[in-house]
T-cell receptor, first 115, second 114 residues
């Protein structure tokens, strides 16, 4: 079945540092890929998405590129801020599967940014 | 503005009580979902529904029940059979025919057993 593997956290960075959170996936079809962000005590918000190979999703300074050859969708940001402290979830939606309306989530990576 | 509303934000339950968590959406989405999140953990699917009057069990349905009498509403009941109900509960919705849009989530309900 489909699965998503994220790097384990927590990740602690100083303000203005470069961020990478790794995400790899396995899917039977040709999935759409997502990053969600969860701030403390809140629900998940869609951060960015990509629907086909080589697409780059971007939002709020975050970027991720859909790499079919390496089955990866790593999240990057050039200069993190304290306000970026949150839990980040990678997810996929495989339109070819029987449960194609469902997202498969990774376990989440907690990011803490210190001043 | 369209979105999902979960209520209450905080809920306290005594041992042996059933409690119901509300989830309402005005996005005209067909599918709705309930997830449980424990501290430092990922999301675990409890129940989901694609259409009114129909729903399916997720990975951890034991001790929970749902109904889908209206497209907009998908309440979750945590029954006394759920032995460890203290957790953060998230409701989500999505379209069925264009899932590359992902899910929209509510802001969650934190349930605590006292």
């Amino acid at each position: 079945g489909d699965s998503v593997t994220q790097m384990e956290g927590p990740v602690t960075l100083s303000e203005e540092a470069f961020l990478t959170i790794n995400c790899t996936y396995t899917a039977t079809g040709y999935p759409s890929l997502f990053w969600y962000v969860q701030y403390p005590g809140e629900g998940l918000q869609l951060l960015l998405k990509a629907t086909k190979a080589d697409d780059k999703g971007s939002n709020k300074g975050f970027e991720a590129t859909y790499r079919k050859e390496t089955t990866s969708f790593h999240l990057e940001k050039g200069s993190v801020q304290v306000s970026d402290s949150a839990v980040y979830f990678c997810a996929l939606s495989d339109l070819s599967g029987a449960g194609s309306y469902q997202l498969t989530f990774g376990k989440g990576t907690k990011l803490s940014v210190i001043p | 503005d369209g979105g999902i509303t979960q209520s209450p934000k905080y809920l306290f339950r005594k041992e042996g009580q059933n409690v119901t968590l509300s989830c309402e959406q005005n996005l005209n989405h067909d599918a709705m979902y309930w997830y449980r999140q424990d501290p430092g953990q990922g999301l675990r699917l409890i129940y989901y529904s694609q259409i009114v009057n129909d729903f399916q069990k997720g990975d951890i349905a034991e001790g929970y029940s749902v109904s889908r009498e209206k497209k907009e509403s998908f309440p979750l009941t945590v029954t006394s059979a759920q032995k460890n109900p203290t957790a953060f509960y998230l409701c989500a919705s999505s379209e069925l025919d264009r899932t590359n849009y992902g899910y929209t989530f509510g802001s969650g309900t934190r349930l605590t057993v006292v």
